[in-house]
């Protein structure tokens, strides 16, 4: 009978991506409340190392996958060694990070298995054995519980942030086993990574962060965000569509596809707060959201709301925040 | 090039959801819809393809009848005729049993590239696409944004995460996943509106046996998310009041001026 809990190491050249740690958090969580040991799988090509740091890691034992054709990422290669590993390990439960990779061949391998993936889960809660996950539907509007009767293995995935890295337990040293793949034709051949532009502004020190998203309206009504910013001497920055639309350059972006940021203080100016730009603030210190939409999920992290128009408060907030800085 | 177009009718994204009475779905009744966002882009860029290259291209939507706005938006736009797999609850199915239905809707049109957005903005699982690629045998890319179609092979840009991308290159047959804001999406001319109403619309009855199957993935309840934080909500619907409020507060509470 299938059992145990497999969790999959995601990173790039041997540099760790610091998400799968929310996955070992999750896998550690869930083999915890339903008592099942969990093994760890590293695929890559001379990544022994990492496979080591990952041993390091309360687990069971760590699977570890050599294979020249898995030097760089395709979802071919990805999907056919992972079927073979999940095949051999038997689990109840793949448990992945929902990363941009792992929405690349994770539906793919689970295909494989005649099922998709219960993706980008916010939660989990165990129950008399019964484990219910919560994902977001609606762009982040409404939340769905989801349970799953199908037959092992059952794979998950977890959105970044739904666990923190530093949950993830170290043990006493797991054993790291290396496992024999075959890997057929690749038909992706991919080109090397690039960064478009070099990050010009790094935000992820500043201190204040002024944000505006579709309710700014205009280009030229970023200027009064800007004015804002100034006032309080920080960064502006912008969700994805102000920069798709080109009215911000796209280094001042926030979000899954932009930069990651942590200030003590992030105004949220007429963003709705999809998921995407969430993960990149909701860290944040201090959270204002000003929305004409009370529903709005930027809502839901806010530490102070207005619900109103973004063109009447925003003129009078940064008169007040100049008079009480002077 | 013959192209293929996946698109799912789903809520307006300004629509006020309501939960329906049994706390699984929304309230449908009353709700106006749209096409999912990214799924918009998948056409807008399927179309700059036959422009480019010449071919067709060819529209389905599953759902109930009222996909059909969709359908006809899409002909409307300069798609050349289209395919409804069509039922009631087709909109509810797992991303497995979608792909599933999908591809025995779509297999004997034997299209050259298949184009659908990363996710829908209903249930979004984000899988649907990669799991018909993998049933219809065909190589992928997923979260594409820029797609060169000129050659033998497929040259497509993929946006990696934190600012990264990558160029793949696979051969035809495939599928792709299109990320949404690519492009500046055309709209239906009155010229494009009159010429759709001449385009054929083949309807298909999706597979029952599929449909029936039971779900690996079911939806016990749903909700309005829980709050990770209390939100102090400033100025009572006036928005020149809570600004004045908002400062304040930010002083004395937040301590960030």
């Not at chain 1, 290396?178 to 020190?205: H, I, N, T, Y």
């Not at chain 1, 004015?227 to 502006?236: N, R």
């Not at chain 2, 698109?7 to 009744?29: C, F, G, H, Y």
């Not at chain 2, 594409?144 to 092979?153: F, K, L, M, P």
Request: aromatic residues 6%; proline residues 4%.
């Amino acid at each position: 009978m299938s059992s145990g809990i497999l969790v999959f190491i995601e990173h790039k050249s041997g540099a760790l991506n610091k998400t799968s740690l929310e996955a070992i958090a999750a896998a550690q969580k869930l083999g915890g409340e339903t008592g099942q040991s969990i093994m760890a799988v590293v695929l890559g090509s001379g990544n022994q190392s990492l496979a080591q740091d990952i041993a390091g890691y309360d687990l069971a034992k760590v699977l570890y996958i050599d294979h020249l054709k898995l030097a760089d990422y395709t979802p071919d290669a990805y999907a056919t060694a992972m079927e073979q590993v999940v095949r051999a390990a038997d689990p109840q439960y793949v448990v992945m990070s929902h990363t941009y990779l792992v929405r690349d061949f994770g539906p793919k391998l689970a295909a494989r298995f005649g099922k998709g993936m219960i993706s980008d889960c916010i939660r989990m809660n165990v129950e008399a054995g019964k484990v219910t996950f919560t994902r977001r539907i609606f762009l982040g509007k409404l939340d769905a519980d989801v349970t799953s009767d199908a037959e092992a293995p059952l794979f998950v995935t977890f959105q970044s942030g739904a666990f923190r890295p530093d949950q993830a337990t170290k043990g006493g040293g797991a054993p790291v086993e290396p496992m024999q793949v075959e890997v057929g034709e690749v038909r992706m051949k991919p080109e090397a990574p690039f960064q478009e532009v070099k990050q010009a502004v790094d935000l992820s020190k500043a201190d204040v962060i002024v944000a505006v998203g579709r309710g700014i309206k205009n280009k030229d009504n970023i200027a009064l965000a800007e004015k804002l910013a100034e006032v309080l001497g920080g960064d502006l920055a912008a969700s994805r569509p102000i920069c798709d639309a080109e009215w911000l350059p796209i280094d001042r972006q926030i979000g899954s596809s932009g930069q990651t940021v942590a200030p003590k203080l992030y105004i949220a100016l007429g963003i709705s707060g999809a998921i995407q730009h969430l993960v990149g603030m909701k860290n944040s210190k201090t959270i204002v959201a000003i929305n004409k939409d009370p529903e709005a999920p930027i809502f839901d992290i806010a530490d102070y709301g207005i619900v109103g128009d973004l063109f009447e408060a925003l003129p009078v907030l940064t008169e007040e925040i100049k008079k009480l800085k002077s | 090039m013959k192209i293929l177009v996946l698109m799912k009718q789903v809520a307006n994204k300004d629509a006020i959801l309501r939960i329906n009475k049994d706390s699984t779905w929304i309230e449908e009744a009353d709700l106006s819809f749209e096409v999912s966002e990214s799924d918009g882009y998948a056409l807008e860029e399927a179309l700059r393809i036959k422009e480019k290259v010449g071919g067709e291209v060819v529209v389905c939507s599953m759902g109930a009848q009222r996909a059909k706005s969709v359908i006809k938006d899409a002909l409307a736009r300069g798609a050349d005729r289209a395919i409804h797999v069509v039922g009631d609850n087709v909109g509810h199915l797992s991303p497995f049993a979608a792909a599933s239905v999908l591809a025995d809707a779509i297999r004997e049109e034997r299209a050259d590239l298949i184009m659908t957005g990363l996710q829908s903005d209903d249930y979004g699982y984000g899988q649907t696409g990669v799991i018909l690629a993998e049933i219809l045998g065909l190589p992928h890319a997923t979260i594409v944004i820029e797609i060169d179609a000129t050659g033998d092979e497929l040259r497509v840009k993929r946006e990696l995460e934190s600012g990264w991308y990558q160029w793949y290159t696979m051969p035809l047959p495939a599928l792709l996943t299109i990320q949404s804001g690519i492009s500046q999406i055309r709209y239906a001319t009155l010229k494009g509106i009159m010429a759709a109403k001449k385009k054929e619309i083949k309807e298909v009855a999706p597979n029952a046996e599929i449909v029936n199957r039971p779900s690996h993935q079911r939806i016990e309840k749903v909700y309005l998310p829980q709050k990770s934080k209390q939100t102090q909500f400033l100025g009572g619907g006036d928005a020149k009041k809570g600004a004045v409020e908002l400062a304040e507060k930010l002083r004395t509470e937040a301590r960030v001026i």
